[in-house]
């Protein structure tokens, strides 16, 4: 199975095998104070991968708009690197890494801040990159390292209890 998007008549493009989610930026095709429509073709000729496919969109599908600078899609990266080594009871350290990107004109100043919620939606911590220099179509790293006090884990005496913790990042 396959598809093809179009905008206002226009390809944005293919792709085939659509069992991976996919983008396209239509910044350039939207008309201002107009309808716009926005279509996607299911092409399902036989014969599939799969001895019965199915046939049409059948997950999510999002129009996303972003701002000219901002976090890469599949940019975010959050990890705890060393966690056998450095668990205890009161503290686990967290790597948190974003890939920012530059669509504008002009090189622009930016630093990434990250805020940790727990399960009560509480910011449990809060860390600011340092200001880095973002430029028009180069994608820049930044990296933080930082820990969680007294950090709930799920065990097996409660497995059903989950440890969720929310990640929310602003560039600034």
Do not use: C
């Not at 599939?48 to 049409?56: D, K, T």
């Not at 790293?141 to 930082?146: A, C, S, V, W």
């Amino acid at each position: 199975m396959s598809s093809t998007t179009y905008i206002n008549s226009q390809t944005m493009g293919s792709y085939l095998f659509d069992y991976n989610g996919f983008q396209y930026d239509i910044t350039d095709h939207v008309k201002f104070d107009v309808e716009n429509v926005i279509a996607v073709k299911v092409d399902n000729t036989q014969p599939s991968s799969r001895w019965y496919s199915g046939s049409g969109i059948y997950r999510n599908a999002f129009l996303t708009y972003k701002n000219a600078i901002h976090v890469a899609r599949h940019g975010t990266f959050i990890t705890t690197p060393v966690l056998k080594n450095t668990l205890t009871k009161d503290e686990e350290n967290i790597y948190t890494q974003e890939k920012v990107e530059n669509n504008s004109r002009g090189i622009s100043e930016v630093k990434v801040k990250s805020t940790i919620l727990n399960e009560q939606d509480k910011a449990i911590v809060t860390v600011e990159s340092d200001i880095k220099a973002v430029v028009p179509g180069v994608d820049v790293l930044f990296e933080d390292l930082t820990s969680i006090n007294d950090p709930t884990l799920w065990d097996i005496d409660e497995p059903l209890k989950p440890a969720n913790f929310v990640f929310i990042r602003s560039l600034l």
